[in-house]
C-alpha cells in the first residue's frame, strides 16, 4: 500500500541530505547569519558540536511571523519565483535546512530586529514547534542546536569524537571566513580564534595561516567579458603533499569545482613535481545567471555556463602571477652559468680508505645536516624532486643505468664495498669508479636513508634522542591543523616531536629528534598536519611516525650543498650500514650503476 508521508518523516529523510554531521549544521547557520547581513559572528561549540551548536548574530534579525515559518520546510524568505532560481544571490535559497536541523535536534531561535523593544524565540524538538513568545535578546539572531541526532540513535552512534567534530567544524569555518574577509568571527574555547572584522584577504589569510605564507603570497587578477577573477597563489615553494589549502569562491559562496582546480594545477605544471600541490585563494565574481548553484543541497557544485572561458581565465591569470615572481629574480647575481663560474670545486679525485665499509651493523654514527655544508643551493629533496621508477622503469640515466633496487642489479653496500675513487658533480651526485665500471650517487636520496633508519631505530628502541631548543619555535597553523596536531601529541613525543600549545592559531616546538640537525620547524609541522588530515582515526603510533618521518627527510643534504671529503666519506659509510640503502625512503634509487660492458658498447669497442 502507498501511503503519504508524515512531515515529521519527510524532514528527517530530507535531514540526511543537509545535516551530515556537526560541521553541516555550522555552516547551515552561519550562511544564514551572512545573508541576514552579519558583519560579526560568535560561534560556540560543545563536545564538537554534539551537545551545542550555538551561533549568534548583529544581522538584521527575525520578526516574529518569520520565526513562526522558521522550522517549516521549504519556507524561505529568499525566493519568491521560478525565475528567482536563475540569478541566486543569497548563500542559503532552499528553506530546508532549518526544518532538517530542528527535525533531529532540540534547537531554539531567538531574534530582534533593529527599532524592535523586544526579541521574540521560538523552539522546536524532533521537528515539533513550539509558539512563538517574548524573550530578552539584542539585536540579531541567535540559534542553539542541542543533542544532534538525540532521535536517531543509528546516525549519532556514526559521529566521530569530539575532538574530529571540532576540527571538521574549524575546516568549514575557515572557508567561511576566507570566503567573507570582512566578517568578523569569535569561536571561544580554550584555544579560541578570533578575527577581526573589516580585513581584506592578505590579512585574512595571514591571520589564518601564519605571515610566513602571506610573504610568499603571489597576487592574481583578471577580468574577461564580465568575469572576474582576485586573489592570490603560493610560491611554488608553498606547495603540498595534499590540497587542503586550495580554497574557491564564487561570488562570496566556498565552491568546488574539477575544471578550475585543474586549470590552476595545469598553470603550475612546469613549476611543480608530480605529487605536489599548489596552495590558492581564488575568489571569482560574475552575473548570477552565468553559474547555476542549485546542483546539490550543500550547494557547493557548481556548473558555469562558459566553463571553457572560465579555465581558460583562470590558467592564465594564475600563469601571469608566476610569470611576474621569476621577471622579479632576474638579473639578481648574473646568470646561471656565470654564477657556476665563480665557484671552483673543492674535490679532486678523493681516493676512499681501504676497509671503509668492513664493519656491519645499522647506520651508526649522527651524520645529520652536515657542519661543512654551506647551503648555497637549490630547492629539491621532498619538496622538488621527480617521482621515483616503478617496477622495471629505469631511472634517469639513460639505456644501460641499473636501478641498484632491481632483483638483479648489484647490491649497494656490494657496489660501495668496491668504489675508489670518487668526484663532485654540481654539488648534487657522487661519481664512483667502482671494480667494474663506475656509479653515480644521489648524496640527497642517501642521506634521506640514513635519517630514515636512524630516526626507525631509535623510536623502537623506545629512547629517541631529542634535540631541545633553546628558543623554541612559534609557528601558526590554521585550527584544524592546530587542533589535529595537538590531539596527536603524545604519539609525537615518543617520536622525538615536542609540541605545545601557546594560544590562539599558534604552535609552540620545543624539539625534535637530534639527527636532524636543522629543520625548518613550521614546514616540518605544516607537512605533518597535512599528512594527518588524510587519516579518518586517530592512528597507531606506527601511522603518524612514517608520515612524521617522510616529512622529516627534509633535512637531508640538498642539491646544491657542499660537502667536505671527509662528510662525504662518512656519509658512504653510513649509507652502506643501512638496512636498505637502494632506495630513499620514497622509492627513488641512490645509486645508479654503469657497468665497463655498458661503457665498452657505448663506444663501440664491443659489438
Request: hydrophobic fraction near 35%; aromatic fraction near 6%; charged fraction near 30%.
Amino acid at each position: 500500500m502507498i501511503r503519504v508521508l508524515s512531515p515529521e518523516v519527510v524532514n528527517q529523510i530530507a535531514a540526511g541530505e543537509v545535516v551530515e554531521r556537526p560541521f553541516s549544521v555550522v555552516k547551515e547557520l552561519v550562511e544564514n547569519a551572512l545573508d541576514a547581513g552579519a558583519e560579526r559572528l560568535v560561534v560556540e561549540l560543545e563536545e564538537g558540536g554534539k551537545r551545542l551548536i550555538r551561533v549568534r548574530d548583529d544581522g538584521r534579525g527575525m520578526p516574529p511571523p518569520d520565526l513562526e515559518l522558521a522550522f517549516v520546510s521549504h519556507a524561505t524568505s529568499k525566493l519568491s519565483s521560478l525565475e528567482d532560481l536563475d540569478a541566486i544571490v543569497s548563500l542559503g535559497f532552499r528553506g530546508e535546512a532549518l526544518a532538517s536541523i530542528g527535525s533531529v535536534s532540540r534547537a531554539r531561535i531567538l531574534s530582534r530586529t533593529e527599532g524592535s523593544e523586544e526579541a521574540h524565540e521560538v523552539r522546536v524538538e524532533g521537528g515539533r514547534v513550539s509558539p512563538v513568545v517574548p524573550a530578552a535578546g539584542p539585536r540579531g539572531t541567535t540559534v542553539e542546536v542541542r543533542d544532534l541526532f538525540f532521535n536517531t540513535p543509528a546516525r549519532r552512534r556514526f559521529l566521530r569524537t569530539a575532538q574530529a567534530e571540532r576540527t571538521r567544524c574549524f575546516e568549514v569555518l575557515t572557508r567561511l571566513a576566507l570566503a567573507n574577509p570582512s566578517l568578523g568571527l569569535e569561536v571561544p574555547g580554550s584555544r579560541p580564534v578570533l578575527l577581526p572584522p573589516g580585513q581584506e584577504l592578505e590579512a585574512r589569510i595571514a591571520g589564518l595561516f601564519g605571515e610566513e605564507l602571506r610573504a610568499k603570497l603571489l597576487p592574481v587578477e583578471a577580468e574577461r567579458e564580465g568575469i572576474e577573477i582576485l586573489g592570490f597563489v603560493g610560491d611554488p615553494d608553498t606547495a603540498r603533499r595534499d590540497r587542503g589549502r586550495q580554497f574557491l569562491f564564487l561570488n562570496g559562496r566556498p565552491i568546488q569545482d574539477r575544471s578550475l582546480a585543474h586549470a590552476v594545477q595545469e598553470a603550475f605544471r612546469e613549476y611543480l613535481m608530480q605529487g605536489r600541490h599548489p596552495v590558492y585563494f581564488l575568489h571569482l565574481s560574475m552575473d548570477p545567471r552565468e553559474a547555476d548553484v542549485n546542483v546539490h543541497p550543500t550547494k557547493s557544485e557548481v556548473r558555469f555556463r562558459r566553463s571553457r572561458l572560465l579555465w581558460s581565465l583562470c590558467r592564465r591569470a594564475v600563469l601571469e602571477a608566476l610569470e611576474g615572481r621569476r621577471r622579479r629574480f632576474e638579473g639578481l647575481g648574473g646568470t646561471v652559468a656565470g654564477r657556476a663560474a665563480e665557484t671552483a670545486p673543492t674535490t679532486g679525485f678523493p681516493v676512499l680508505p681501504k676497509g671503509l665499509f668492513g664493519d656491519e651493523g645499522g647506520p651508526g654514527g649522527d651524520f645529520g645536516v652536515p657542519p661543512g655544508r654551506t647551503g648555497k643551493g637549490g630547492k629539491e629533496g621532498a619538496a622538488g624532486r621527480r617521482p621515483p621508477a616503478r617496477g622495471g622503469e629505469r631511472g634517469d640515466g639513460g639505456e644501460g643505468a641499473e636501478r641498484s633496487g632491481g632483483p638483479e642489479a648489484s647490491k649497494v653496500r656490494s657496489l660501495l664495498e668496491g668504489a675508489r675513487r670518487f668526484l663532485v658533480l654540481h654539488d648534487c651526485y657522487l661519481l664512483l669508479e667502482t671494480g667494474d665500471g663506475f656509479a653515480v650517487v644521489d648524496q640527497h636520496a642517501l642521506h634521506e636513508r640514513v635519517i630514515y633508519e636512524k630516526l626507525l631505530d631509535r623510536h623502537l628502541e623506545g629512547e629517541p634522542k631529542v634535540q631541545r631548543l633553546l628558543l623554541p619555535a612559534v609557528c601558526d597553523l590554521p585550527p584544524g591543523e592546530k587542533e589535529r596536531l595537538l590531539a596527536h601529541r603524545k604519539t609525537l613525543e615518543a617520536a622525538g616531536l615536542l609540541i605545545e600549545d601557546f594560544g590562539g592559531n599558534a604552535v609552540k616546538l620545543e624539539g625534535y629528534p637530534a639527527c636532524l640537525r636543522k629543520v625548518d620547524p613550521r614546514r616540518l609541522l605544516e607537512d605533518l598536519g597535512s599528512e594527518l588530515a588524510g587519516l579518518s582515526s586517530r592512528p597507531a603510533p606506527e601511522v603518524v611516525l612514517e608520515r612524521f618521518h617522510s616529512a622529516a627527510c627534509r633535512s637531508a643534504v640538498m642539491s646544491g650543498d657542499r660537502l667536505t671529503d671527509e662528510e662525504i666519506v662518512e656519509l658512504l659509510e653510513q649509507a652502506a650500514r643501512c638496512r636498505h640503502p637502494d632506495n630513499c625512503p620514497h622509492g627513488r634509487p641512490t645509486v645508479l650503476n654503469f657497468g665497463r660492458a655498458q661503457l665498452e658498447r657505448w663506444f663501440r669497442r664491443r659489438v
